[in-house]
């Protein structure tokens, strides 16, 4: 796994500030003070540990950005950096394959690098796949893109593209070429009815400048647009946010629909599951609500705390029962579990022996061992709706607790 952080700085007080930046990114510094150590850093590194090189300009042994050629030179994606920004530098620096050149003269600046080292390791996982018919708009991209640690898809046709978005879900980001304007509105069109701008960003780009075309593409669905050849330093920002943007929001809908004791998740998240997923064809399909017995008593007598820890390893065993159902934690000591296509004999006996197993459960709390017993109201159906279901589950719950709790009482309608 590539972690480590190649940093080639001489001045004694950058380089601690790059050490800190990098350890803050959970990225594991290989410390250089000359162009000598970085060659033996180097070739005492693996190539697939090493994400990226923060490079200085000038050192004793190395006075003119000699270390960033010998960076680029050996494939490490690098970072330029000097104290303040420099124009002289820049114009220098950017004639090799940085990543990109960061002046650390401010807070905001000092912050740019720390995100763009969580971007660079980030950016491993993520892919971009670039839509083109032009051999050498695919190789420009391509360039740029490994440069940042991007996975890369191509395609040359709007169906390649469709197939590869299909069977890699690793895509976030769509670089269309606009050179034939209505088959590209068309696509973007296309990927807006199943990818909203919060899934997939979708990139237009063209060698012929056009404020119309630009926009005309934005209209269609796009996200942004881009003049070829890049401006990369500008392009790098831009697809920063984007891919921030489409972070923030996953991030947000992940916090939405889980529930923030178990980390299971949430009712609401239940339902769109199990809708989603509800065999379109009629078929056997099973829902069981799971209520732990006298959970009132475990916190008053152990505490509230104790009735967490119990509420948490419940979970822990459903999720590992049940990996591949729909499961929630409903609220309070209830949860609830769906399954499609199963048997009405499999799904009673898949119930009992959850119902012996949250019973052997040895729950450690502060050297206090904890057991809890469970009800479990199932019902097995044949092509109902999911609420329909809840309702008989319930029906069942109440049932099992009647009947003196730690069981399982179910109704078959098929
Ligand atoms: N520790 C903890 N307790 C919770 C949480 N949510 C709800 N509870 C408690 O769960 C308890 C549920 O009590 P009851 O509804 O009486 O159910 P019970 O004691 O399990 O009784 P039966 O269901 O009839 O067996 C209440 O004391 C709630 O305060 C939580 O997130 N953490």
Not at 100 to 129: F, P, S
Not at 261 to 290: E, W, Y
Not at 323 to 333: P, Q, T, V, Y
């Amino acid at each position: 796994m590539q972690h480590q952080v190649l940093i080639v700085e001489s001045n004694t007080q950058l380089a601690r500030l790059l050490h800190k930046q990098v350890i803050q990114a959970g990225l594991e510094p290989l410390m250089a003070d000359s162009m000598y150590a970085a060659k033996k850093r180097f070739s005492d590194s693996l190539p697939e540990s090493l994400l990226c090189a923060l490079v200085g300009y000038a050192h004793p042994d190395a006075e003119c950005a000699e270390a960033i050629a010998f960076t680029t030179g050996v494939a490490v994606p690098t970072i330029a950096i000097s104290e303040k920004m420099d124009g002289a530098i820049h114009k220098h620096v950017m004639h090799y394959d940085i990543v990109d050149y960061v002046g650390l003269e401010n807070a905001q600046t000092i912050d740019y690098l720390y995100r763009l080292l969580l971007r660079l390791n980030k950016n491993k996982r993520i892919g971009v796949l670039v839509l083109s018919e032009i051999r050498r708009t695919r190789q420009e991209c391509k360039n740029w893109l490994q440069r940042h640690s991007f996975r890369l898809y191509e395609a040359i046709t709007p169906d390649q593209a469709h197939a590869l978005l299909l069977a890699n879900n690793d895509i976030q980001i769509v670089m269309v070429d606009t050179n034939y304007e209505d088959t590209c509105s068309r696509f973007i069109a296309d990927l807006r009815k199943v990818y909203t701008k919060d899934d997939l960003a979708i990139v237009g780009m063209s060698h012929k400048p056009s404020n119309f075309v630009a926009a005309h593409f934005i209209k269609c669905g796009a996200t942004d647009f881009f003049t070829l050849p890049f401006n990369h330093e500008e392009f790098l920002c831009r697809v920063m946010q984007m891919l921030e943007s489409i972070e923030h929001v996953a991030l947000i809908r992940k916090t939405a629909n889980t529930d923030y004791l178990t980390g299971l998740p949430n009712r609401r998240h239940f339902f769109f599951s199990v809708n989603k997923r509800q065999p379109a064809h009629i078929s056997t399909q099973a829902l069981a609500i799971i209520d732990l017995d006298h959970f009132k008593h475990i916190n008053d007598t152990y505490g509230h705390d104790a009735g967490d820890a119990v509420l948490k390893n419940v979970a822990r065993l459903l999720a590992t029962e049940f990996e591949h159902a729909d499961i929630a934690r409903f609220g309070g000591e209830e949860f609830c579990v769906y399954l499609p296509d199963i048997a009405v004999d499999d799904a009673i006996a898949t119930m009992q022996s959850l119902c012996q197993k949250v019973a052997a459960l040895h729950i450690d709390f502060n050297n206090t061992v904890l057991r809890v017993t469970t009800s479990i109201g199932l019902t097995v159906a044949y092509n109902s709706n999911i609420e329909a279901m809840l309702s008989k589950a319930d029906a069942m719950l109440y049932e099992a607790k009647n009947g003196g709790r730690n069981q399982v009482r179910y109704n078959a309608e098929c």
